[in-house]
């Protein structure tokens, strides 16, 4: 067990829907991380947030947005959804800002939100 | 961008030693070297992390070398359980600010 929570573990929709992915950190973890991974894909990452702010932001979708909130549980928001979302969403957490240009934060993952898209 | 270039794929049997290498050519100098390993459905977990030469913990250990433009990852006597992708992450950084760049993994399949 990680520490991290993502909620929920399972999520079936159709597509034009919009859901909502959320990640618990862990504690005193800063930072949170989202990643999309396909079937029998990579880690995809997609944005970090630390502290509540945007920190860097990487292959995200325009219908894809993401805030972290003053108890740093984050959400992910996927809107307009299509059949390729349908993926495995993890968020993970470190302690400092994996960006600031020093250590490279080990990062914990959660156990992710497998998306379906119908 | 740091990227980094892995084997997609190796074999293995138990009992045999494991190095998986990670080229990544455009390291930064405050880049560290992390390795993952992820199970299917399941988060990736850190194995280890270095920055120069050679770092060893109780699961592997991680050579780089003096230039770091790559990085090898050893498990000693692999088991059945050792069946998983492992990634090879690099930080970067630019003048936007630094992304995280995962390989595409290499999938290790250990067998009896």
């Known amino acids: 067990d990680s520490g991290v929570t993502q909620t929920p573990k399972h999520l079936i929709t159709a597509t034009g829907q919009r859901v909502t992915l959320r990640c618990s950190p862990r504690s005193g973890d800063l930072s949170v991380y989202w990643y999309q991974q396909s079937l029998d894909q990579g880690l995809q990452f997609l944005i970090q947030?630390?502290?509540?702010?945007?920190?860097a932001k990487g292959n995200i979708l325009e219908r894809f947005s993401a805030q972290q909130f003053p108890d740093l549980h984050s959400e992910l928001n996927l809107s307009s959804l299509e059949l390729g979302d349908s993926a495995l969403y993890f968020c993970a957490s470190s302690v400092a800002d994996s960006f600031d240009g020093t250590i490279t934060d080990t990062q914990y993952f959660g156990p992710g939100t497998r998306l379906t898209v119908l | 961008l740091a990227k980094t270039t892995q084997p997609i794929s190796m074999d293995s049997y138990e009992g045999q030693e494991v190095n998986i290498t990670c080229s990544h050519n455009?390291?930064?100098?405050?880049?560290?070297i992390t390795w993952y390993q992820q199970f299917p459905s399941q988060g990736p977990r850190f194995i280890i992390q270095g920055y120069k030469t050679k770092v060893t913990n109780e699961v592997a250990s991680l050579f780089i070398p003096a230039d770091r433009k790559s990085s090898t990852l050893s498990l000693p006597r692999v088991s059945l359980s050792d069946t998983a992708v492992y990634y090879c992450l690099v930080g970067d950084m630019d003048n936007a600010g630094n992304m995280l760049t995962f390989g595409g993994g290499t999938r290790l399949m250990v067998k009896p």
């Open positions: 947030y630390y502290n509540g702010e945007e920190r």
């Open positions: 455009n390291i930064a100098t405050n880049d560290y």
